[in-house]
């Protein structure tokens, strides 16, 4: 069974910049045509996709975030990283990684980790 | 990134139907088979019910079904249970990419 678990500090200084990481058990991350993706959602509102990247590599991010993102996979840990820049209180939510096994088009997340909050104050 | 359209809430008594819209444009829903719903209980992460417009998701109960008509895709709840209160989210392949969202759903039972 796949499992999937966020971990990382749950408060962030405003100007700094955010580290999640995903580590998953029950699957490789390099294997099989899986992208690797993170999602936040601020309290009382809908969900946000941030980015993913998919085990050869290739990486999309959300144009509205993308200048701030970066997301990488760590396949001798098997779990994959968010790293979010020059943070503000706007980016306070609860983050979520999960698994696309839509091989690319299809917006199939078949497995989600249980969440982190993450507060940005100072 | 709300770019696809659900209505706020709907509701419906134990063992009605129920149906949540999902709107978009030819360049998403309209454009191709690839849309997925998810349902969310409170302080929970989404669970994926519905992918690639009508297949459920391994596990998901058969009271769940998927269509699509033109720019527009639906989700059913048939024989709505106490337990189907939740939120439920749509999402689709965009060729602007890669993905839109709906700003999503919450479902009352009454």
Same mark, same amino acid.
């Given at each position: 069974q796949v499992q999937l678990q966020e971990s990382g500090p749950g408060l962030v200084q405003p100007s700094q910049t955010l580290s999640l990481t995903c580590t998953v058990s /029950?699957?490789?991350? &390099?294997?099989?045509?899986y992208y690797w993706s993170w999602f936040r959602q601020p309290a009382g509102k809908g969900l946000e996709w941030i980015g993913r990247i998919h085990a050869g590599g290739n990486s999309n991010y959300n144009p509205s975030l993308k200048s701030r993102v970066t997301i990488s996979l760590d396949t001798s840990n098997n779990h994959f990283s968010l790293k979010l820049s020059s943070v503000t209180a706007a980016d306070t939510a609860v983050y979520y990684c999960a698994r696309d096994s839509?091989? /690319? &088009?299809?917006?199939?997340?078949d497995v989600w980790g249980k969440g982190t909050t993450v507060t940005v104050s100072s | 990134q709300s770019a696809l359209t659900q209505p706020a809430s709907v509701s419906g008594s134990p063992g009605q139907s129920i149906t949540i819209s999902c709107t978009g444009t030819s360049s998403d829903i309209g454009g191709y088979k690839y849309v997925s719903w998810y349902q969310q209980h409170p302080g929970k992460a989404p669970k994926l019910l519905i992918y690639e417009v009508s297949n459920r998701s391994s596990g998901v109960s058969n009271r769940f079904s998927g269509s699509k008509s033109g720019n527009t895709a639906s989700l059913t709840i048939s024989g709505l249970q106490a337990e189907d209160e939740a939120h439920y989210y749509c999402i689709s392949y965009t060729n602007s990419g890669p993905w839109v969202f709906g700003g999503g759903t919450k479902v009352t039972v009454l």
């Amino acid at each position: 069974q796949v499992q999937l678990q966020e971990s990382g500090p749950g408060l962030v200084q405003p100007s700094q910049t955010l580290s999640l990481t995903c580590t998953v058990s /029950g699957a490789s991350i &390099s294997s099989g045509n899986y992208y690797w993706s993170w999602f936040r959602q601020p309290a009382g509102k809908g969900l946000e996709w941030i980015g993913r990247i998919h085990a050869g590599g290739n990486s999309n991010y959300n144009p509205s975030l993308k200048s701030r993102v970066t997301i990488s996979l760590d396949t001798s840990n098997n779990h994959f990283s968010l790293k979010l820049s020059s943070v503000t209180a706007a980016d306070t939510a609860v983050y979520y990684c999960a698994r696309d096994s839509g091989g /690319g &088009s299809s917006p199939y997340m078949d497995v989600w980790g249980k969440g982190t909050t993450v507060t940005v104050s100072s | 990134q709300s770019a696809l359209t659900q209505p706020a809430s709907v509701s419906g008594s134990p063992g009605q139907s129920i149906t949540i819209s999902c709107t978009g444009t030819s360049s998403d829903i309209g454009g191709y088979k690839y849309v997925s719903w998810y349902q969310q209980h409170p302080g929970k992460a989404p669970k994926l019910l519905i992918y690639e417009v009508s297949n459920r998701s391994s596990g998901v109960s058969n009271r769940f079904s998927g269509s699509k008509s033109g720019n527009t895709a639906s989700l059913t709840i048939s024989g709505l249970q106490a337990e189907d209160e939740a939120h439920y989210y749509c999402i689709s392949y965009t060729n602007s990419g890669p993905w839109v969202f709906g700003g999503g759903t919450k479902v009352t039972v009454l």
